[in-house]
Each structure stands twice: as C-alpha cells, then as structure tokens.
C-alpha cells in the first residue's frame, strides 16, 4: 500500500505571507457575507429605531418593499462591503497573529490548559483594532437605513456628516460598537474552537485527520452557525444602542436605555439570530475553503501536549 504524500503548504505557518493571507480569507468572508444579508440588516436596524413603525422582521420587508421597491431593501451595502471587508481582514488575520504571540508568552502546557483565555484575549484584542476600520462605514451605513429621506449614496452621505457634524461623529459609536462587537467576537472565537474541538471529539464518526476537505468543511459551518447563535444573544443591546446612537448622535447611551427599557433592548433578537447565525456560519466556511484554496497550513483543534499527556498518566 502506498504511502499517503505529505501534503504542500503556500506558506509557512505564522509567516508574514501566512498572516497577510489570513487577512484576504477575513476580508472575503466578512464583506462578501455582511453584504449579502443587506436587507435583513436594514430591517433589523428599522425596527430597533422605529419599532411602532415597523412591529416586526415581515411587516419591516413589507413596508420597506412598498417605500423603494427592491432598491430600499439593499440600502447601505456599499459602506457595509467596504466597512466589513476592512474589518474582516484586520479580525481575522489580527485573531490568528495574537493567539499566536500569546501562546508563545506561555509554555506548552500552560498554552493548551488555558488555552480558552488565550482564545478570548485574542479575540477581544483584534476585534478592537478592526472596529476601528469599521466605525466610520458602521455610522455612515445606519445612518443611511434608518433617516427616512437621507441619500443612498456613501459617496454623498459620508462628506454631508462630515460637513455638517465634523469627523467626530464617524466614531460617535466607536464605544456602543466595541460594547457590540468585542463580547461578540470573543463569544464567535472561542465558541467556535471548543465547539469544534467537542464536534470532532464526539460527534463526527472518525478523525479529522481521515476527513476529506469537504467533510472538514461541513464540520467548520456547523462549529460557526452554534457560536453564531450565541454571539448575537451576547452582543444584541449593544446593537440596538449602536443603531439608535448612529440614527440620532445627541442621544446618550444611559437615554436609549431608558427611552427602550429593559425589554425593548431585546427588540429584533429573532432577526439578529437568524442574521448571526447564517453569516458566523458562512464565514468559517469561506474563510476556511479560502485556506483550502490557496494551500494555507490549516490546524486542527488544540491536543493536549504530550507532556502533559504523561504527567497524567503517571498520576493515575
């Protein structure tokens, strides 16, 4: 029987080229993703700004089709492409690069036992580098959906908030858009890793080693569409703070939050699930298969080191 090939890799791992293409994988799974769900996005942000308008996700689509046609429901997907693709290129790449560091901050040991601090440390400190690429398309984009008669056009809506409420008012949301997206990301990466350490473990009926690229695949949508799920309960008040700063910057975040109450910090939860869900899901799986496709060296989940591996063995 022959001897299966050793397999070729683009690049070493944690290499410059490794991290820059790491960045292109998160551009195109979080620009491509974020700007196809455009429409339940802009319904989403609708109903938390004017929810006696809108009642729900179906009446939202409705009323918005009967206001602009198909054209209203696609408003905003140009800062939300180049908003998303920003974002997910320093996300991804910038996730990958301080797991990386961080791990090496440790020994081997320490690095796989607490490994799932390690995973939300990197997550929280890329996520707050790349919403910096983000808050300004983030503003400019609610701001579009949500002001009835506001322009449709990024190339005009962007210089008119500038011209009239100075740069400032692009990172107004920057503290409500961390307060949403770093608990999210932090949730979307760890969650991700240990669920997919659990589906490998004792779901999927043989080794990773023994999937085909495809099956691996499969494993990683399904690892992303659960820690979806649970980032969007995490990070939703903060959404919905988000989307009602960006709408009207003279709010206050302690004013939304007594203006919505309790409950209606809730408002649109159903949407955002279905919307984090999809998109965490597809993400993993393009920024996966981008790594399949361009010959990146791919890791399987955290193994307890062998060293560690004796130390309890011999304690037994």
């Given amino acids: 029987m022959s001897k299966k090939p050793k397999e070729e890799f683009s690049c070493e791992m944690f290499s410059n080229k490794f991290f820059a293409l790491c960045a292109a994988g998160g551009a195109t799974a979080c620009g491509s993703t974020h700007t196809l769900l455009t429409p339940l ?29 198909a054209a209203n429901l696609v408003k905003g997907w140009a800062p939300t492409l180049i908003g998303y693709t920003l974002q997910g290129a320093a996300k991804f790449a910038g996730y990958e690069y301080f797991k990386y560091k961080f791990a090496t901050m440790v020994d081997e040991e320490s690095a796989y036992l607490y490994r799932t601090y390690l995973y939300l440390a990197a997550a929280a400190s890329a996520e707050l580098v790349a ?17 009835p008669g506001y322009t449709s056009k990024m190339r005009e809506a962007m210089p008119h908030m500038m011209s009239t409420e100075g740069f400032g008012v692009f990172y107004k949301g920057l503290t409500p858009l961390w307060g949403r997206q770093v608990p999210y990301t932090m949730m979307k990466f760890a969650s991700f890793e240990k669920t997919l350490e659990y589906l490998y473990a004792n779901v999927v009926p043989k080794p990773r080693e023994q999937c085909t690229k495809f099956e691996q695949l499969l494993v990683t949508f399904t690892a992303g569409y659960i820690a979806g799920v649970l980032c969007a309960i995490v990070s939703h008040p903060s959404d919905t703070i988000v989307s009602k700063l960006n709408k009207d910057p003279s709010a206050s975040i302690g004013g939304i939050i007594s203006e919505v109450g309790m409950l209606g910090i809730w408002r649109g939860l159903v949407a955002r699930i279905i919307m984090i869900g999809t998109l965490t899901g597809l993400q993993w799986f393009i920024y996966d298969a981008f790594k399949v496709y361009t010959g990146m060296p791919r890791p399987p989940p955290a193994d307890m080191p062998e060293s560690l591996r004796k130390k309890l063995a011999a304690k037994k």
């Fill in 41 to 69: 996005d802009l319904v989403k942000c609708r109903l938390q700004v004017d929810p006696a308008k809108y009642k729900s996700i179906f009446r939202g689509f409705s009323i918005s089709l009967q206001e602009g046609g």
């Fill in 131 to 147: 919403d910096i690429f983000l808050a300004p398309f983030e503003a400019a984009k609610v701001r579009m959906q949500t002001t």
